[in-house]
């Protein structure tokens, strides 16, 4: 696949299944990511693989979350957060370790976390997966950050769902961009 279709193409997958992207595939995606653009070579990225068993772990964080953060949510709600874990075979939690430095304000280093996340949505394309990029609350959330093994302070740029789709999904319309975007005037 060429790179200009992979971009014009790229949508999130509507349902994810087996199989994941092998080790072989995933060191591939894991190269495109720490390709991103990285202001001062900070490498500020983290990476931590979700898969097999460690679901259902992670499952069980994000129906933490939801414990702590509505008083009184009933089994069936939990369950459903529960199962978001397994809406892929493997899941990668793209975060951000900022320095806090003055020439590199941590908004630069979490956009490149951002960057990352997109190169390996990009990837997985390219190289027959599908992907979804997804956060909620459980992102922002201290206890889930320690549980999996990151700082009150990084930022969670995604949990990125990889697996294989179903099909094609439905083409993007081309013309979305031309709304968005204006032309400075020469001149004061
Ligand atoms: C930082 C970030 C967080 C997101 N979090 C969620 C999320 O929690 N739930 C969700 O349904 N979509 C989330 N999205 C949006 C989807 O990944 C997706 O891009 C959007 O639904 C548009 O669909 P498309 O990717 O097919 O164009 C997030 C996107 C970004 C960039």
Do not use: N
């Amino acid at each position: 696949m060429q790179a200009i279709d992979a971009l014009l193409t790229r949508r999130s997958a509507r349902a994810l299944s087996e199989p994941a992207p092998d080790e072989g595939a995933l060191g591939l995606i894991f190269s495109a990511a720490v390709r991103a653009p990285d202001h001062g070579r900070l490498r500020p990225w983290r990476f931590i693989v979700v898969r097999s068993g460690a679901r259902e772990r992670f499952g069980e964080l994000l129906a933490a979350h939801l414990r702590r953060t509505h008083a009184g949510v009933g089994e069936e709600s939990l369950q459903r957060e529960r199962l978001k874990a397994f809406r892929a075979p493997l899941i990668v939690v793209v975060a951000a370790h900022c320095q806090h430095l003055a020439k590199v304000p941590d908004i630069e280093q979490v956009l490149s976390a951002g960057a990352a996340a997109h190169a390996m949505m990009l990837a997985a394309r390219a190289l027959g997966f599908g992907a979804m990029w997804k956060t909620g609350g459980p992102a922002y959330d201290p206890a889930v950050k320690a549980a999996l093994g990151l700082e009150p302070e990084d930022a969670i740029a995604g949990f990125l769902y990889l697996g294989t789709e179903a099909g094609e999904p439905p083409p993007a319309r081309r013309d979305e961009w031309r709304d968005l975007v204006r032309e400075l005037a020469p001149g004061g």
